[in-house]
């Protein structure tokens, strides 16, 4: 019973008062069955098994499972299916060399499967059906050699992410599921997100841009190139692969090592007897003993030793040589007296030849020399040598290699074999020959391998017409009288390819033509055949030489001859079958005619007639009798029906089918890339391998911006600290401009600022560099700066000056039928009051000796200025539309808008007029609305100026809003100020505003605010981001941008913007989407298309101020 090793007790109504005690003594119990039982718990007895490895206890009544540390330590199944347990052993995960585990059918939780369960990697079947799993353990996805899981019939709500990456999972269970929501797949198509050549993938973009996915979360950038998830999880999969791949690897390795040690143990014990001990009995003493007892010279000793160990070692390799008869191969009289014998390798074997042949060798043949001495002391000596000559095929090189070992071994020698090539004899050998032999031409015996003869190409002839998208090449005689003028012609040569275009033929025709040739080339003759292209009134000779045999074109003109309305035989497709004691060919349906590659099994054979060519497919496993009855059918389908002499048969193999063959069935076409632009010069240059140039000529993009975290806002502080130093420094060089001192200060600097509003042309700027600007130059020198402002492009520096009152208005002061006029009229303005003012330092001292280099000029755009241009403002910056002294807007009749808004920083604070309507209320700013009444009221009133405060806003807004409104809004307080708060409108208000409408109430898309601004303008793709102030001037008309708001992404493309960049843009937009999904997972975006002219208002509140885009002086019709 010791002995036992598989024990089945399967319903036998056992309990633990019935197991037979003499199971703890069964040592080597391998499986035991106990299903089907009334057992509470596993019996001890089962526990103490070491050698158990297929355990049954399924159908019983167990509650739990109590294994110790060392226990089943060799368990590869283990079944405890419909039990009762609620959790299975911690200890379970020891067993390593688990397979199969089948827990179904209990009351197991995600609480009840131990986390460590991805240590069973050897696990390939887990079964846990019928149980009250709403999760599973991450770690069932680390057990990598997992192939049926099953985890139907359960409360599962999802699975983790890397169930997908298992690379053995054939069967994933999930139904009966009703609330499970499966994780997304990870994207294995990587080629999917390479997009002109470039790896649009989050994780590529984070790499070169030195961050990692895990980094989106704190936006810190990384200090190295790191891997996503998903790529972690996979490359941790592999080693798991890889870990258990080498366990079973290393019992190999070990049990070879044992193998080995046992033989060398053996061999050792065997020397260590022979060194005692003489094959003949007689003992041979050890060295010590011939030292210490012998009468004669040590060293005649020591030589009688070494002769008895030689001579054994000698026998002893003798008796382990290979027992191999040479008799069929060498004659009993070579090698046993001196002479020279030579043998010439036929057939794989030596043939001895005569001594008439002795120096003479064939280039394509190989040889075996044995040149035997007696010495004077009677010995032979033997040396063998191998000669292949320089066209010898393989097979006659290695065997006269092989032969020469055999040679060696036949008559005991103790030499080399030596090699030698022709023309690199050496001297020795030379010297067997008189120094003296003969290379002939060709080989005397023949190869032993089976020699494949090509059979003769047989030139075809084919017409080509299209289908569809798809071209058909329909057989015709190899003939002049086949072509026609209408018609191109596919004529294959072998060698040479050619294309021959009638004159009347369509050129797309030609074109596919010749993209079927060069697949043909590729695949079918490895790029071993020349393509040829030719019309019918530029033939050349060599096309007539294939076609006819002759350099000269026919003398009978070619004519139309193939009929308006020929259509081409009809294609059948037979299936080979062995019946009864018979074939059957049976046809298959072909649905319309056409012809499909899954209409193939690889099981089958099938017979492809289309009247002039006959196909035969043979599946990759279909059995030999299949393929035998198949060549039988086609040849007698072949003779049964009268066809062209030019029919052939072709046979096509699964997987190796022709390109002619292809082009018979729809849509089994492979795409070949080719370059039809590559030159010689190109090639030599670059090469010719498509995918070593793609990956030396990536693209190179930088989507580093994306990535950055946004730039955070400035406090109160920080803009009131810049503000006054901004101001410090104005207040500091007033002086040395006014005032005239005998020791002047160098360290001073003049900024002259240029505002220029949005709809302001270029007169004044240019007028202003080429005089006025001079004249400044000339007085502060190198201390002179020139700051260009744009409308709501300012910078902080220059709105500090205005006091947070800093007011836009629209139009123009003074309008006039000319605009440049009024500007030049204006700039006229300043220059004479400039001149006024320092007409006594332009008198006595030009600008240049007064100031030299400390004047600077800078100029700025509208909504484009600096912060130090926007700090002179004191936050009171105020832009209005139009031109001073516009009286039809300014001062008329006319209600006015004005929106106050800081982007970023309270130092870019701008108050702009826009269009009057309620719609551009927002609940998170504050407005002006200055209504003039059209008649003066019983008080006297002309008009009215509101202040009104969003619910949002802050009093301090509140208060420079009020400031602006009073200082800069009402001119010459003409008009009371009234404090509106949102929600107490009067109906005056809603009047003069346009009559009440809805309006944005939140704001918080200023917090998330970011415009990018995607570029080819470097040379390559490249995204950057614009300031939080931004304005609309800032969209790039060349251009796309990518805005985005905090709730959308939107993709603005500009008029001019090319479709390529376009592209890109999209693509770098899917990267953003997915970063932010990863670093905002609380605010997810959607991605619009935005067009520029036709902006949504979820585009256009981001920009303060929005208007007409400004049209470019080359686009003005």
């Avoid at 827990?103 to 995600?110: E, G, H, K, R, V």
């Avoid at 961050?211 to 200090?223: A, E, F, K, L, R």
């Avoid at 190139?225 to 080693?239: I, M, Q, Y």
């Avoid at 040379?1019 to 008309?1037: H, I, P």
Wanted: with cysteine; aromatic share 10%; hydrophobic share 35%.
């Amino acid at each position: 019973m010791k002995a036992l090793r598989v024990l089945h007790m399967r319903n036998t109504c056992r309990t633990l008062d019935n197991i037979p005690p003499i199971l703890d003594d069964l040592d080597n119990l391998q499986d035991v069955d106990f299903s089907s039982n009334e057992l509470p718990q596993v019996p001890d007895c089962v526990y103490k098994l070491k050698s158990l490895r297929k355990l049954d206890l399924s159908h019983n009544q167990i509650e739990r499972i109590e294994l110790d540390e060392k226990g089943w330590e060799q368990l590869e199944t283990l079944n405890i299916s419909s039990n009762l347990l609620k959790s299975l052993p911690e200890q379970i995960v020891r067993l390593v060399k688990l397979q199969r585990l089948y827990a179904s059918d209990n009351q197991l939780t995600f609480d009840g499967i131990p986390s460590g369960i991805g240590k069973l990697v050897h696990l390939q079947v887990l079964h846990l059906s019928y149980n009250k799993l709403e999760l599973i353990p991450e770690g069932i996805s680390r057990c990598v050699r997992l192939e049926r899981l099953k985890l139907d019939n359960n409360k599962l709500i999802t699975l983790p992410d890397s169930i997908h990456l298992l690379p053995d999972l054939k069967q994933l269970d999930l139904h009966n599921n009703d609330e499970l929501v499966m994780p997304p797949k990870p994207n294995e198509q990587r080629k999917a997100l390479a997009f002109y050549n470039i790896d649009f993938s989050l994780a590529n973009q984070m790499k070169l841009a030195g961050q990692s996915p895990s980094s989106s979360i704190s936006s810190v950038p990384s200090s190295g190139p790191h891997k996503d998830p998903v790529a972690r999880k996979k490359e941790f999969l592999k080693r798991r692969r890889m870990q258990a791949d080498s366990q079973g690897a290393n019992k190999v390795i070990e049990g070879m090592s044992n193998v080995a040690g046992a033989a060398r143990e053996r061999l050792e014990n065997e020397n260590t007897t022979a060194l005692g001990h003489h094959e003949d009995g007689v003992k041979i003493p050890s060295w010590k003993v011939i030292v210490r007892h012998t009468s004669i010279n040590i060293n005649t000793s020591y030589v009688i030793v070494v002769m008895k160990f030689s001579s054994y070692l000698k026998d002893k390799i003798e008796q382990r040589k290979p027992r191999i008869d040479y008799s069929d191969v060498f004659d009993e009289e070579v090698g046993q007296n001196a002479g020279l014998w030579l043998w010439q390798i036929e057939n794989f074997y030596p043939t001895i030849l005569d001594e008439s042949f002795y120096g003479h060798f064939y280039e394509a043949d190989a040889y075996l020399i044995l040149r035997t001495i007696k010495e004077e002391s009677g010995a032979l000596k033997h040396s063998i040598y191998y000669w292949i000559g320089e066209h010898a095929s393989l097979d006659k090189g290695m065997c006269a290699a092989v032969h020469a070992v055999n040679l060696r071994n036949y008559l005991g020698a103790t030499c080399r074999t030596e090699r030698e090539d022709m023309n690199e004899e050496s001297d020795e050998f030379l010297e067997l020959f008189g120094e003296e032999i003969t290379y002939i031409e060709g080989a005397r015996t023949a190869s032993g391998f089976y020699k494949i003869e090509k059979q003769p190409h047989i030139n075809r002839l084919y017409r080509v017409s299209a289908n569809g998208s798809s071209v058909q090449m329909e057989p015709v005689p190899v003939s002049v009288d086949s072509l026609d003028p209408r018609y191109v012609f596919f004529l294959d040569a072998g060698d040479t390819m050619w294309i021959w275009s009638g004159r009347k033929a369509r050129i797309t025709i030609s074109n596919k033509a010749r993209l079927f040739a060069v697949k043909m080339n590729k695949k079918d003759r490895k790029g071993t055949s020349e393509i040829e292209t030719c019309t019918e009134l530029k033939t050349p000779e060599e096309f007539w030489i294939a076609l006819c045999g002759q350099p000269k074109k026919p003398d009978d003109p070619i004519v139309e001859h193939v009929d308006a309305d020929f259509v081409p035989e009809r294609r059948r497709l037979y299936q080979v079958q062995i019946g009864m004691g018979f074939l059957e060919l049976p046809q298959v349906d072909l649905k319309g005619g056409v012809l499909k590659q899954d209409m193939l099994s690889t099981k089958c054979a099938y017979i492809l007639d289309c009247t002039s060519d006959i196909f035969l497919w043979l599946g990759k496993k279909a059995n030999r009798l299949l393929k035998m009855a198949g060549q039988k059918m086609v040849c007698e389908l072949h003779a049964m029906l009268e066809r062209p002499d030019y029919t052939t048969i072709s046979r096509e193999v699964e997987g190796e089918e022709t390109t002619m063959f292809r082009s018979k069935f729809q849509g089994w076409d492979d795409i070949v890339p080719y370059d039809f632009t590559m030159t010689a010069d190109s090639v030599q240059r670059r090469g010719a391998d498509l995918k070593v140039i793609m990956e030396r000529d990536k693209i190179k993009t930088d989507l580093a911006s994306l990535f950055l975290p946004r730039q955070p806002p400035m406090s109160e502080d920080e803009a009131d600290q810049m503000m006054e130093e901004c101001n410090e420094d104005l207040e500091y060089l007033e002086p040395f401009v006014l005032r005239i001192v005998e020791k002047r200060q160098e360290d001073f600097k003049c900024v002259v600022y240029f505002w220029q509003g949005r709809d302001a042309n270029n007169m004044g700027w240019l007028h202003f560099t080429f005089s006025l600007q001079k004249k400044f130059e000339d007085l502060f020198k190198d201390k002179l700066e020139v700051v260009r402002m744009y409308q709501q492009q300012e910078n902080h520096k220059f709105l500090s000056h205005f006091h947070r009152k800093f007011v836009i208005r629209r139009g123009r002061r003074g309008l006039t039928m000319n605009l440049g006029v009024t500007v030049m009229t204006n700039v006229l303005n300043i220059q004479k009051k400039f001149e006024d003012l320092f007409k006594d330092k332009l008198e006595v001292k030009k600008f240049e000796d007064l100031f030299k280099d400390k004047l600077e000029v800078v100029r700025m755009y509208q909504q484009q200025e600096n912060h130090k241009f926007l700090s002179h403002f004191h936050r009171k910056f105020v832009i209005r539309r139009g031109r001073r002294g516009l009286t039809m807007n300014l001062g008329g009749h006319w209600p006015e808008l004005f929106a106050m808004r800081a982007n970023g920083s309270s130092v870019c604070t701008r108050t702009i007029q826009i269009d009057c309507k309620a719609t551009h209320l927002n609940s998170s700013f504050c407005f002006i609305l200055r209504a003039p009444y059209r008649c003066v009221d019983d008080d006297g009133c002309k008009g009215k100026i509101f202040v009104w405060m969003g619910k949002h806003t802050t009093k301090k807004q509140h208060s420079l809003c009020e400031e602006i409104a009073r200082e800069l809004i009402n001119r010459d307080n003409e008009f009371p100020i009234e404090l509106v708060n949102e929600g107490e409108e009067s109906d005056v208000f809603w009047e003069y505003i346009g009559g009440k409408k809805k309006y944005d109430t939140n704001g918080d898309f200023l917090m998330y605010a970011r415009l990018f601004r995607c570029t080819n303008e470097k040379g390559y793709f490249a995204v950057s981001e614009k300031t939080v102030d931004f304005c609309q001037d800032d969209l790039d008309d060349d251009d796309t941008m990518i805005l985005d708001n905090g709730e959308q992404v939107f993709l603005w493309m500009g008029a001019h913007a090319s479709e390529v960049e376009l592209k890109l843009a999209y693509k770098a937009a899917q990267v953003y989407l997915a970063h932010m999904k990863i670093k905002q997972p609380d605010r997810p975006r959607r991605l619009m298309l935005s067009i520029k002219g036709r902006e949504s208002r979820r585009f256009t509140k981001c920009f303060h101020a929005w208007g007409k885009h400004k049209v470019p002086a080359g686009d003005q019709l």
